[in-house]
């Protein structure tokens, strides 16, 4: 009897003492699981986030696409941007047009294919700038040897700030849309016509 006793009382001790090791193994990984919580990254705020926009008039297909700087209290055009220098229309890489048709713009062809978008801008006039290279790091391999076609567009000066920039492509009728820009306190808008 008093064996059995014995066996009996070492029995609980151990399933005792197995339940403690359980109980105190889940409080620990609790607090792990609650400490890398902690420690995981905050999301980082993007500055200039990617973006594009787009118009299908009839079967021809203009697209845009750019990273969208914000004004942060800065003086853009004339202050980070200088007068009369080139600039890839948007941060980072170079904003690039592409377009599944021909295009006319300011009496002149545009031929269908995707191409860099950049400006030179100053107080009355802007040039409007298609180059044939696309795919570059912001203006560092820009090549005026490599447009396709410049014109030049008057800025229209805005009240209020455009915190982004932002771009739009929208359609008028069957076979002319418009592009159009804005930041800071400037806007510029251009038409084409799909030619048929």
């Known amino acids: ?16 003492c197995k339940e403690e090791k359980k109980n105190t193994d889940e409080v ?25 926009t787009m118009v299908i008039i009839g079967d021809a297909h203009v697209h845009i696409d750019y990273s969208s700087p914000g004004v942060r209290n800065r003086i853009i055009f004339g202050g980070l941007l200088a007068y009369d220098m080139v600039w890839q229309a ?50 560092d391999e820009y090549n005026e040897k490599e447009d396709v076609l410049r014109f030049t567009v008057t800025p229209e000066i805005l009240e209020d700030i455009t915190e982004h920039l932002v771009y739009n492509v929208a359609e008028i009728d069957e076979t002319h849309g418009t592009i159009s820009l804005a930041w800071e306190k400037v806007s510029l808008k251009f038409k084409f016509e799909i030619k048929k």
């Open 28 to 52: 620990n990984n609790h607090s792990e699981h609650k400490m890398e919580e902690k420690s995981e990254p905050t999301e980082k705020i993007v500055l200039s986030p990617h973006t594009s």
């Open 90 to 139: 948007g941060a980072h890489k170079a904003t690039w047009l592409e377009t599944n048709k021909d295009l006319t713009i300011d009496g002149k062809e545009l031929p269908a294919g995707k191409y860099g978008f950049f400006t030179i801008p100053s107080k009355d006039e802007w040039i409007l700038i298609f180059n044939s290279n696309w795919d570059q790091h912001g203006k």
């Open 1 to 16: 009897m008093k064996t059995i006793l014995t066996v009996l009382c070492m029995a609980i001790l151990i399933i005792s």
